[in-house]
């Protein structure tokens, strides 16, 4: 039995505002506003979705990536500040007061590098890595949670059309 045809969802703002485009200038393909806006309304969404999560555990978005990328590092979890902001994309300003933050809560503690007095690592505490155990858990829930809206079908298209979109931004293709 094929499955069910799914309800075409109702207009939303978008579908007025392309309305009102195409009415008011029909030379103009306002095709890319319905996808990036849905894509940009999609992506506020979820950040307020996962933010929620992160709080429930105490830490801000920054604060919980810096605690996941120690975690996935393996033991030791530690890492150079600069090795930390190149995993998370932040300057190291913004790197050394998470840092600060995270250190004032316990979560993480600073030490003097085995092979370079002069460097320093960042390292999660045991309380530290309590808490990001505990908050990936539950994030991965909620990613689960969130992504429950697709079948797992439209799930896998929309991850292989993201990434080819992901990977043309980022790596735009050589002009002649």
Do not use: C
Not at 33 to 38: K, L, M, T, Y
Not at 49 to 56: I, K, P
Request: charged content about 30%; glycine content about 6%; overall charge negative.
């Amino acid at each position: 039995m094929p499955p069910s045809p799914r309800p075409t969802p109702s207009p939303d703002r978008l579908d007025l505002i392309g309305d009102a485009w195409r009415r008011e200038r029909p030379d103009v393909d306002v095709r890319p506003q319905q996808v990036i806006g849905r894509l940009h309304r999609v992506a506020h969404h979820l950040t307020d979705e996962l933010v929620a999560v992160y709080a429930q555990h105490g830490l801000t978005e920054g604060e919980f990536d810096v605690l996941a990328t120690l975690r996935r590092v393996g033991p030791p979890y530690e890492r150079s500040p600069g090795d930390l902001a190149a995993h998370t994309l932040v300057t190291s300003g913004g790197m050394t007061k998470r840092v600060d933050r995270l250190e004032r809560a316990g979560l993480v503690a600073r030490r003097v590098s085995d092979t370079d007095a002069r460097a320093r690592l960042v390292a999660l505490t045991d309380r530290g890595r309590e808490v990001i155990d505990a908050a990936f858990t539950d994030h991965m829930a909620n990613e689960r949670r969130l992504l429950g809206a697709l079948t797992p079908a439209d799930a896998d298209e929309l991850e292989r059309i993201l990434r080819t979109w992901l990977a043309t931004l980022e790596h735009p293709p050589a002009t002649a």
